[in-house]
Antibody, heavy 117, light 111 residues
Framework: QVQLVQSGAEVKKPGASVKVSCKASGYTFTGYFLHWVRQAPGQGLEWMGWINPNSGGTYYAQRFQGRVSMTRDTSITTGYMELSSLRSDDTAVYYC??????????WGQGTLVTVSS | QSALTQPASVSGSPGQSITISCTGSSSDVGTYKYVSWYQQHPAKAPKLMIYEISNRPSGVPDRFSGSKSGNTASLTISGLQADDEADYYCSSFTSTRARWVFGGGTKLTVL
């Protein structure tokens, strides 16, 4: 079965960067897009972007362009989301999600990133 | 500002029915069948309740149903129960480069 296992919680200072990993198993990693979604405390789900693990191609939501980078390592079937120049309002739970053939999604368990001085 | 528009809140009494709307455009809800609904309880990950407009994953009660008309999708919960109190999000495939869009979420209160 499809499993997406994310890295553990992080605490970062303002201005720093964070890199969250998403280890995939149970399917052909390069066959399906991987999306990243975040949810700030008390807020809704916010789509951040996607990576095509086959080509490495990416597309980011405009509000994150220039600060976010999505990459992958096909040898270990893992996707990464790195967010730089962190601010307090980047405190959120970050999810990876695999898009299947019918545009349904399998979600990771989420990674809490706390930005605090 | 979310790509899909949902009411911020809805409420109902136990046993009653409620409907949550999700309005998009011809780039998403209006054209494609790939509309989903998620339930999210506090501090929990989103749980898929409806996919492809009206299909229920295994284990989701048939009290939950989905439909679509034009650019608006709807989630109906009948026979409301206390545990239905949660946030609900719609999402859809989009023909824009994003491929996936969300609604802003609706807080359901069971009175």
């Amino acid at each position: 079965q499809v499993q997406l296992v994310q890295s553990g919680a992080e605490v970062k200072k303002p201005g720093a960067s964070v890199k969250v990993s998403c280890k995939a198993s149970g399917y052909t990693f390069t066959g399906y897009f991987l999306h990243w979604v975040r949810q700030a405390p008390g807020q809704g789900l916010e789509w951040m972007g996607w990576i095509n693990p086959n080509s490495g191609g990416t597309y980011y939501a405009q509000r994150f362009q220039g600060r976010v980078s999505m990459t992958r390592d096909t040898s270990i079937t893992t996707g990464y989301m790195e967010l730089s120049s962190l601010r307090s309002d980047d405190t959120a739970v970050y999810y990876c999600a695999r898009e299947d053939d019918d545009f349904n999604y399998d979600w990771g368990q989420g990674t809490l990133v706390t930005v605090s001085s | 500002q979310s790509a899909l528009t949902q009411p911020a809140s809805v409420s109902g009494s136990p046993g009653q029915s409620i409907t949550i709307s999700c309005t998009g455009s011809s780039s998403d809800v209006g054209t494609y069948k790939y509309v989903s609904w998620y339930q999210q309880h506090p501090a929990k990950a989103p749980k898929l309740m409806i996919y492809e407009i009206s299909n229920r994953p295994s284990g989701v009660p048939d009290r939950f149903s989905g439909s679509k008309s034009g650019n608006t999708a709807s989630l109906t919960i009948s026979g409301l129960q206390a545990d239905d109190e949660a946030d609900y999000y719609c999402s859809s495939f989009t023909s824009t480069r994003a491929r996936w869009v969300f609604g802003g979420g609706t807080k359901l209160t069971v009175l």
